[in-house]
């Protein structure tokens, strides 16, 4: 049976408290859908393009975006490996809002054949390893890891979940999703796709544990940062059975949870300035010109004459205000003159 070993330090306490106060100040603000929609979408690019370029995608932002907005003719790997992980967000994101998602052993499998999909064998999609691997680090190329044997793999991996969902009335939530993340990066359960299919399965479950702002949340992004640092904190150096017994959470809980109040905070400057009060209330117009900027990817005055009645002068507050928000941005001069939404 999995017991990990940790210790609630005073920095992992007070790094749990710190991350209540914030998802509890997020999940009581409101704000128009049509802003959050922008959001998520934003949100998306960038887990897609940290958690693949954690494992070495060469993509850089700007290109993520592109392949994103507009699905290449003839995608490479590199692409295959954004495209998928960003499909996958949204299918969980769909489903974790009507309450259809709970964390089991067949989910991440499903995780795993959709972030692997065209990137692997058929016989080596949504399913464990059959065979014995050795982890390298993927910016040097050097074996670094020998994960535990192949015919102990599913064993662990149900005493994982199976610690997870009896623990979730004893233990915190956030001790409990960083414990899950960092024994399921040990136990490598397949061939390829288990860092992508434990980011994932670790927002899961923060999400089903009550962080509502998932759709808004790129943990990954803070891993991208630093991730040398990232891989000696959440991996282990050396051969599982000689480690297994000395394995020690605590640095690991600390860091986990150190990025997601890095990760709120960045989402809490995102979204003061659209929430719902007298001074940012968006009015139905508003949301006219963000819904219409969002399917044409923009708008000029012109567009916006023809589907409402307000004068000149009106429409032009209506863009101010909208500016203000941090919402949009104006282009060109003069006639030329057109609105886009703003790049987060």
Known sequence: MFQPRYTITDRLLANIKRINTLVNELNHRRFPHVVLLELERAAREVSSFASTSIEGNPLPLTEVKKILKSKPAHVRESEKEVLNYNLALQELNKKLKVGKVRLSLDLILKIQKQVIEGLLPVFESGKM?????????????????????????????EDLISFVNSNREKTDSLILAGIFHKQMVIIHPFMDGNGRTTRLATKVLLAEMGLNTFN???????????????FQTVGEFGNYYDLVDK????????????????????VQKLLPRVAVNPESELQSYHLKILEFIQEKGFITDQDYAKFTD??????????????????IERKGKGRATYYMLKEK
């Open 247 to 266: 394995i020690d959470f605590t640095n690991w809980l600390e860091y986990f949870t150190e990025g997601i109040i890095d990760e709120l905070l960045r």
């Open 216 to 230: 808004l949340f790129s943990f990954e992004n803070y891993y991208n940062q630093n991730v040398t640092k990232y």
């Open 129 to 157: 390893r059959e065979k014995a691997v050795v982890v390298n680090d993927p910016r040097t190329g050097q074996a670094v890891y020998l994960p535990p044997d192949i015919n102990e793999v599913k064993s662990l991996m």
């Open 310 to 327: 307000r004068a000149k002068a009106t429409r032009a507050l209506d863009f101010q205000k909208l500016i203000e928000l941090g919402l």
